[in-house]
């Protein structure tokens, strides 16, 4: 089992360009989740999906996107990146009615 | 406003020298306290829930406790390997799917 997976592991773009980061996972689960992480701050959520076809935005959700394209598949989208979503984006994933989640490898995004 | 708080920011132990991180929180109903790890460059690794005041898990030098207000990661004879940054989060009750992470205490074991 790979678990979590996340694709790319490093990105830099220029303002105002757009891109995708993928997630998968191969544990079966029905809920996944992006977070952020940022120096001095604990991870934030993003948006989450409990289930496919579903999608809730979580603390921070502004300037993102998300598509849950099946159950394994989670992609968050930066329609025009902005400085300040410079960042390290993690995906998680969790069985359904289990509290425990698990953690990808990251994203490390900068964005100029 | 719920909070989680950890102490301290930072950690430096010599080979064997025992301590405990703390995690503090003010939330309005606790569902669950996660413990996790986090190396550089990578994601956090899931050690431990909690659910109930005095409530105990172990895994190997690690011990995690819960009171009301705070919980404990108590590291016995710490070795270099146990470096890390360790994160604490809660899941609230009516808080559907969140967690809330602290700033994590980032521990350095010397030999």
């Known amino acids: 089992n790979a678990g979590v997976t996340q694709t790319p592991k490093f990105q830099v773009l220029k303002t105002g360009q757009s891109m995708t980061l993928q997630c998968a996972q191969d544990m079966n689960h029905n809920s996944m989740y992006w977070y952020r992480q940022d120096p001095g701050m604990g991870l934030r959520l993003i948006y989450y999906?409990?289930?496919?076809?579903?999608?809730d935005k979580g603390e921070v959700p502004n300037g993102y996107n998300v598509s849950r394209l099946n159950k394994r598949e989670f992609s968050l989208r930066l329609e025009s990146a902005a400085p300040s979503q410079t960042s390290v984006y993690f995906c998680?994933?969790?069985?359904?009615?289990?509290?425990?989640?698990?953690f990808g490898p990251g994203t490390r995004l900068t964005v100029l | 406003e719920d909070q989680v708080t950890q102490s301290p920011e930072a950690l430096r132990l010599q080979e064997g020298e025992s301590s405990s991180l703390n995690c503090s929180y003010t939330v309005s109903g606790l569902r669950g306290l996660f413990w996790y790890r986090q190396d550089p460059g990578k994601g956090p690794e899931f050690l431990f829930t909690l659910y109930s005041a005095g409530e105990e898990k172990e895994k190997e030098r690690l011990k995690a406790t819960l009171t009301k207000k705070e919980s404990f990661l108590h590291i016995t004879a710490p070795k270099p390997e146990d470096s890390a940054t360790y994160l604490c989060a809660v899941k609230l009750t009516g808080g559907g799917n969140k967690l809330t992470f602290g700033t994590g205490t980032q521990l350095k074991v010397e030999l």
């Open positions: 998680a994933s969790s069985r359904q009615g289990a509290d425990t989640q698990y």
């Open positions: 999906s409990a289930s496919e076809g579903t999608t």
